[in-house]
Structures are given as structure tokens and as C-alpha cells.
């Protein structure tokens, strides 16, 4: 496909080519070879969702329930948390939540879900923190752990509010053998299906992981550390 082509170049290209991995950077690469035409249906914030096709993990995920539809797709980037009891290999990391910034990639799931489906390991090339060089209007909101230990999706900026969500894990998949190895080398984290314990959406799917992974042992670990990581996540209503 035509995007598939557009990312084999991007992925030749030096990381200084993306300002950040937003749909705005994506979009500065898109223009190299798409026309204007095209350009302006993916950046439209107007699609039909019901033509949205998730990726599928190679043992696949429970399938949405009967009866949702699509209401928002983005980008996550951030750090999986870890925690350690001791810094030797008598302990193993444990997860303690996650932080991430949402961006909004709505509209890709429909108009061009390969290029979509490049996002998460480009996305894990560039700085968290990205402040200075994001368009307000293309982050979504923000990921993150209650204090009580729930996936908390805030979906909503100065400009835009999607809403919100708090989630429990029902399911999991090893991440696809070809996912991306992560900054640390060791892989990407599972992907993942969430049911709402309050909110405005009904599931959640972490799918097109990359990084995350924690070593197997806390040998050398201090107390607390993050691993970078970037998904995809699914909302549905």
C-alpha cells in the first residue's frame, strides 16, 4: 500500500526529520509523497468509525462485545513503572502503573491503518517530553494509575474533551514477534483487553505495543524505574 511505501522512506530517514509523534510530524513526511487530496482526508476529523478494523494479536484478544462502536483511537507515549524490593536477582520488577501522553489518531484507524500501525515504534524514537512541540489540538489527554492501582484514560485537553475512562485488564497477548525490542532491547509489553469500571467508554484495547519491558530480575535495578513504551488504545462505547 501507498503508506506502507511513505514509512519505509520516513524509516530511512534521520529521527531529526519528525519534530515529535504526532499526527502533525506523520503528516510533514505524508506531504513528501501524498497528494493534497489525500492529505486533507486524513487530517479531517470526520470519518466513519464503523469502518475501523483492529489489529489482531497472534493469540487473538476477546472480540468487542456486541452492541459498542468506536468512539476514539490514540497514540500513547510514555513509561511503564516498575518497582523493586531488592536490587539483586532474588526479586523481579513489579508494575506500578503508567504514564503517557494521548495523542489523536482517530481518523488513521479508518483512513490509513498501516500508517497507523507504524506510529508506536516511530513514536518510541522521540522524546517524552514534548511540550514545546505539539499542536494542542492532537493530543487527546492522558494515561495514567489511580491510587488505588486502575488504568485511568483522561481524554480531554483545554480544547477538546472525549471524556474519560477507568479500566481493569481482562485479557492479554504476547506482543507480536516482530514488535519492536524497546529502548532496553527486551521487547514490547502485551497487548491488552480493558473493561470499564467507570466512564464514558465501555472496553478498551492496548494494541501495536512497543517497549515496555521490564528485565527479568531487579539485579542492579534501583527502587523505582520506568521503561519507555507506545501504543495504540482503543476506546469503545
Not at 506500578?96 to 479508518?110: E, F, K, W
Not at 479500566?167 to 483487553?193: F, I, R, Y
Request: proline fraction near 7%; hydrophobic fraction near 40%.
Amino acid at each position: 500500500m501507498l503508506y506502507t511505501k511513505v514509512f519505509a522512506l520516513a524509516l530511512a530517514f534521520a529521527p531529526s526529520v519528525f519534530a515529535a509523534p504526532t499526527v502533525d510530524s506523520i503528516s510533514s513526511l505524508e506531504r513528501r509523497a501524498l497528494s493534497p487530496e489525500t492529505i486533507h482526508k486524513l487530517q479531517d476529523g470526520n470519518c466513519d468509525l464503523s469502518k475501523a478494523v483492529m489489529p489482531i494479536a497472534p493469540l487473538p484478544l476477546p472480540a468487542v462485545s456486541p452492541g459498542l462502536s468506536l468512539g476514539h483511537v490514540a497514540i500513547g507515549r510514555g513509561t511503564q513503572n516498575y518497582t523493586c524490593a531488592t536490587n539483586d536477582a532474588t526479586s523481579a520488577p513489579k508494575l506500578q502503573g503508567a504514564n503517557a501522553t494521548l495523542y489523536n489518531v482517530t481518523c488513521y484507524a479508518v483512513r490509513a491503518p498501516s500508517v497507523l500501525a507504524s506510529i508506536p515504534a516511530i513514536a518510541l524514537t522521540q522524546a517524552i517530553d514534548l511540550k514545546q512541540e505539539v499542536q494542542k489540538y492532537t493530543v487527546s489527554g492522558h494515561h495514567e494509575f489511580t491510587a488505588a492501582g486502575v488504568p485511568l484514560f483522561l481524554l480531554a485537553t483545554g480544547t477538546t474533551n472525549y471524556g474519560y475512562v477507568q479500566a481493569k485488564s481482562v485479557a492479554n497477548s504476547t506482543a507480536p514477534a516482530d514488535s519492536a525490542k524497546g529502548t532496553n532491547g527486551l521487547g514490547s509489553v502485551p497487548w491488552l483487553k480493558l473493561k470499564a469500571v467507570e466512564g464514558n467508554y465501555q472496553e478498551i484495547y492496548r494494541l501495536g505495543t512497543a517497549g515496555g519491558v521490564a528485565p527479568k530480575t531487579c539485579e542492579g535495578q534501583p527502587s523505582f524505574f520506568v521503561v519507555e513504551y507506545a501504543a495504540e488504545y482503543w476506546f469503545w462505547k
